[in-house]
């Protein structure tokens, strides 16, 4: 069978050899020791199977032998893949904007866009030892002086630190998410040429060659700044995500919040789903710690039977997450997942809502709103979309005996952050359900993802919450509804425009709402009882954290 050739990578280095192009945090960095597994030779896979396949070959070229035939990835593996073909253009930094807010770096689902601060003496040093001058100041451009960073510290009379923020261009796939979340215009999409990859590949290799961040120039009170550390960089990239896909965000920050208390001694049980897929396309694995996938619906019974084992050798204090979408989590695992919660034991789980089946091609769930047009609930002449209430699992996880519960988004980072550290501090059963949006189910653009996920919550479609049981004796002590706007009105106003954000406007700006409204916009009866819904579930979060 012949076998299709892979469009011409931009990356010229790539075409030469993919090991000089990978991200940082495995292979050839610094950081990385090379181990020796009993059942897996990783100097043999890198070099022989992930060659094989970077270079087009692995179908003529790998023989059936005990590496291949089992299927076993070596972690970090995809940090070897290459992207640099699949999208026409890619951001560029502008480094007198940038105020050093961590956005872009926090947004991106690929491990594209990569920060670090050094002191100042320090970069001067390590740009004195490029011999060549254009070299040496293009990778100085890079470096900006933030307030932030730089003018702060100095007026304590302390060193200013310079931060840079590199784009990786074998790991960008071109969703332009990081240009819609910066607000200081510091980051541009520009079209790919030779020459320009070829200055962003220096660049990043660069990058990677000066060192570590200065950490005394990260406080640890700011969660955003957290991937300023090497140490929290789990997830390496290279996942087959989609482009700006909302659950790559969210597993890149649940694994940078993990790897900063824990570092890579943690592990993962994934249910089947779109996780595991774009997590485990041989021979790519994203991930820099252990992780396994049995079935689509009994990953929370896999997690008890991996703690339990844990528990028996001592490992008490590595924690372990489950994961798992709306199918796997609302639905067909509801009653693994509810045995779970049930048993007392220290798992956390992060469930990835959608509000449909993503993976198999965007069926209806549980989770899916009422009206929403999905597959098995198709919006026709006589029945407009699912006409099913959504499911509430945060609500129905809390009611489980003494357990941590948190609904968040990726958007939402200070939010996101602390429930995973409160999750990881509570010893007990865990679950955050994260608002992941979907661009192909949802029908918007590759770039909105952290807005419509903002806008999810304003508009009440998912609130936020958490539930710490650390907290009282009482609902209303345990349940905090901190970070939704207006949270003891029904609707929010924006205060620019005095325009009320409820469901519908929400609706309006997603493709899997459009067939509900007529040439003049207005919304139809099913939407209607829709936002009904929404509002009844947010006037019974109210109620139950005595807001009303």
């Keep these: 069978m012949a076998t299709a050739k892979k469009p011409g990578s931009m990356n010229a280095s790539h075409d030469q050899d993919p090991f000089n192009n990978n991200s940082y945090g495995t292979l050839v960095d610094s950081d990385y020791v090379p181990i020796e597994l009993p059942v897996l030779d990783v100097a043999d896979f890198n070099e022989?199977?992930?060659?094989?396949?970077?270079?087009?070959?692995?179908?003529?070229?790998?023989?059936?032998?005990l590496s291949v035939a089992r299927s076993l990835i070596p972690a970090g593996t995809?940090?070897?893949?290459d992207f640099s073909y699949v999208a026409p253009e890619i951001p560029v930094y502008i480094s007198e904007n940038c105020t050093g807010c961590m956005d872009c770096v926090t947004q991106c689902p690929d491990t594209a866009i990569l920060g670090k601060v050094l002191a100042e003496s320090n970069l001067e040093n390590k740009l004195g030892d490029i011999d060549d001058e254009s070299d040496r100041t293009m990778f100085e451009q890079q470096w900006s002086?933030?307030?932030?960073?730089?003018?702060q510290p100095r007026?304590?009379?302390?060193?200013?630190?310079?931060?840079a923020i590199i784009i990786d261009p074998s790991k960008c796939k071109g969703c332009a998410e990081c240009v819609t979340v910066c607000d200081d215009l510091a980051l541009k999409m520009v079209e790919k040429t030779e020459d320009l990859m070829q200055t962003i590949r220096k660049g990043h290799r660069m990058f990677k060659e000066v060192g570590p961040t200065d950490e005394s120039y990260v406080n640890d009170n700011v969660l955003v700044d957290m991937m300023l550390k090497e140490r929290t960089h789990i997830y390496v990239g290279g996942a087959g995500s989609c482009a700006g896909c909302g659950e790559g965000t969210a597993l890149r920050m649940m694994c940078a919040a993990t790897g900063e208390k824990h570092g890579d001694q943690w592990g993962i049980v994934a249910a089947t789903g779109c996780n595991t897929v774009y997590t485990s396309t041989y021979p790519y694995n994203p991930y820099l710690v252990p992780w396994t996938n049995s079935l689509f619906e009994n990953a929370p019974a896999d997690a008890m039977g991996v703690r339990a084992r844990w528990d028996q050798i001592g490992w008490t204090?590595?924690?372990?997450?489950?994961?798992?979408g709306d199918g796997a989590m609302f639905d067909i695992g509801f009653q693994s997942l509810s045995r779970l919660l049930a048993s007392g034991m220290n798992i956390n789980i992060l469930v990835l809502d959608t509000q449909v089946y993503s993976n198999t091609g965007g069926q209806a769930s549980t989770a899916t709103y009422t009206g929403q047009n999905a597959k098995m609930s198709l919006h026709g002449k006589k029945i407009s979309g699912k006409q099913e209430r959504r499911k509430e699992i945060?609500?129905?996880?809390?009611?489980?005996?003494?357990?941590?519960?948190?609904?968040?988004?990726?958007?939402?980072?200070?939010?996101?952050?602390k429930s995973v550290l409160g999750a990881l501090a509570f010893d007990g059963p865990s679950l955050i359900n994260v608002y992941t949006t979907c661009q192909p189910e949802h029908g918007v653009a590759d770039n909105m993802s952290a807005d419509q996920a903002r806008m999810a919550v304003d508009a009440r479609a998912f609130p936020l919450m958490v539930h710490d049981p650390g907290q009282g004796d009482t609902l209303r002590e345990r349940l905090s509804l901190q970070g939704n706007p207006a949270m003891k009105e029904d609707w929010w106003k924006h205060?620019?425009?005095g325009e009320t954000v409820d469901f519908i406007e929400f609706c309006r700006s997603e493709g899997r709402f459009a067939k509900h409204f007529d040439r003049d916009g207005n919304p139809s009866d099913t939407l209607m009882r829709a936002q009904a819904d929404r509002l009844e579930n947010w006037h019974l979060l109210q109620e139950l954290a005595g807001l009303r």
């Design 48 to 65: 022989r199977i992930i060659r094989g396949y970077e270079e087009g070959s692995a179908e003529k070229s790998l023989q059936a032998d």
């Design 78 to 81: 995809a940090t070897l893949r």
């Design 145 to 151: 002086k933030t307030r932030k960073y730089y003018d």
């Design 155 to 163: 007026k304590k009379d302390k060193e200013g630190g310079r931060m």
């Design 317 to 324: 204090e590595k924690p372990i997450w489950c994961i798992g």
């Design 394 to 417: 945060a609500q129905i996880a809390m009611m489980h005996p003494r357990t941590y519960v948190s609904q968040t988004t990726p958007a939402h980072v200070n939010h996101f952050y």
């Design 495 to 497: 205060p620019k425009s």
